[in-house]
């Protein structure tokens, strides 16, 4: 498994989570790392991302403020911290990766054409109840 998400479950509104994204070495050492969530009857929406060697992260303006992207070479995971949720947080939140580019390139595909990133991993819920 190359990426692989964790963390979610059912939390109240004004409640925290934080999500888990395991990655392979290869990933984790070769590709920006991004968080996407997708809600029910809705686009997959991207959240941010992540360059695991200078940890530098950029947000879209769906999560700024109120969601932090993190990671620990160690355990070769990222984090996506999330505070003060939402009802309309509520959506499976997938971790994906893309090679071969620089933190503003990935936004950018983030953005524009989400199915350019290379890896995906398997979904984990969140749901926020008011």
């Known amino acids: 498994v190359q990426l692989q998400a964790s963390g979610g479950g059912s939390v109240r509104a004004g409640e925290s989570l934080r999500l888990a994204c395991v990655a392979s070495?290869?990933?984790?050492?070769?590709?920006?790392i991004a968080w996407f969530r997708q809600a029910p009857g809705k686009e997959r929406e991207g959240l941010g991302c992540?360059?695991?060697?200078?940890?530098?992260?950029d947000y879209t303006d769906s999560v700024k403020g109120r969601s932090t992207i993190s990671s620990d070479n160690n355990r070769k995971t990222v984090y996506l911290q999330m505070n003060n949720l939402r009802p309309d947080d509520t959506a499976v939140y997938y971790c994906?990766?893309?090679?071969?580019?620089?933190?503003?390139?990935?936004?950018?595909?983030?953005?524009?054409?989400?199915?350019?990133?290379?890896?995906w991993g398997q979904g984990t819920q969140v749901t926020v109840s008011s």
């Open positions: 994906a990766a893309v090679w071969a580019r620089t933190l503003p390139q990935a936004m950018g595909l983030m953005r524009n054409r989400p199915h350019d990133f290379d890896v």
């Open positions: 070495e290869i990933i984790f050492n070769d590709y920006i």
């Open positions: 992540i360059n695991t060697h200078d940890k530098r992260t």
